[in-house]
């Protein structure tokens, strides 16, 4: 903690999104400053975003806003600032989420891993230490696969203005993929070799900040 708010409220806050405008703070409270650090072990620092959830919901925080991230080859810190709005503003920033694209990660982000995928059997490379991002067209399909195989694919498509979504190629026979990092329920996640894993949209809205 860097520093907290003695303002206390009786809400009980269910979820925690991320503030799309920075500077329309003047209907919201800030509650504290946290910074979070540790080993990145070259991988998606998703599991940050649970610790984030945890101690936000615990000081009744439903916003918060990227300050600062920096890495080195070993660790990383990001600094994050938690802020507590009523029903309005909340239906106010959902408006204004991230759309109409498909963000793809990779789970390892060591510079001696290969970060590729297929998509509509066009094979597409990117930077490990960063996401690939696709522009989506209104109801336009985009197939994205782990190899050149038309039937072994997922599919997008957007109507106009649609929530983006987010993806991960993972290696599940890794010692360091965790399902529970991306939020998901290992029982009910059917995983495959050959697609990229779909993970939850606040999840993906806090990386692409981090990743930038």
């Known amino acids: 903690m860097i520093k907290q708010s003695s303002f206390k409220h009786d809400y009980f806050v269910t979820e925690m999104q991320y503030l799309e405008e920075i500077n329309d703070t003047n209907k919201i409270t800030f509650i504290a400053e946290v910074k979070i650090s540790g080993n990145h072990e070259n991988q998606i620092v998703g599991k940050w975003h649970n610790l984030l959830k945890n101690k936000a919901k615990e000081l009744g925080a439903n916003l918060y806003v ?10 990383a810190t990001a600094i994050l600032k938690l802020f507590f709005a009523g029903e309005n503003f909340i239906k106010i920033n959902n408006r204004k989420v991230n759309k109409n694209a498909v963000y793809v990660f990779n789970q390892s982000r060591s510079i001696n891993d290969t970060a590729c995928f297929f998509l509509n059997q066009n ?8 996401y690939y991002k696709i522009f989506a067209k209104p109801y336009e399909l985009y197939k994205l696969s782990l190899a050149n195989n038309k039937a ?25 993929f965790n399902p529970d ?32």
């Open 66 to 75: 990227l300050e600062n991230y920096q890495e080195d080859a070993e660790s």
């Open 123 to 130: 094979k597409i490379n990117f930077d490990t230490k960063k």
């Open 152 to 176: 072994k694919s997922v599919g997008e498509s957007f109507p106009n203005n649609n929530q983006s979504v987010f993806y991960v190629i993972y290696n599940k026979s890794s010692d360091k």
């Open 181 to 212: 990092n991306f939020q998901l329920n290992p029982v009910k996640v059917k995983f495959s070799k050959n697609i990229p894993l779909k993970f939850n949209y606040n999840l993906g809205r806090f990386l692409i900040e981090i990743y930038r």
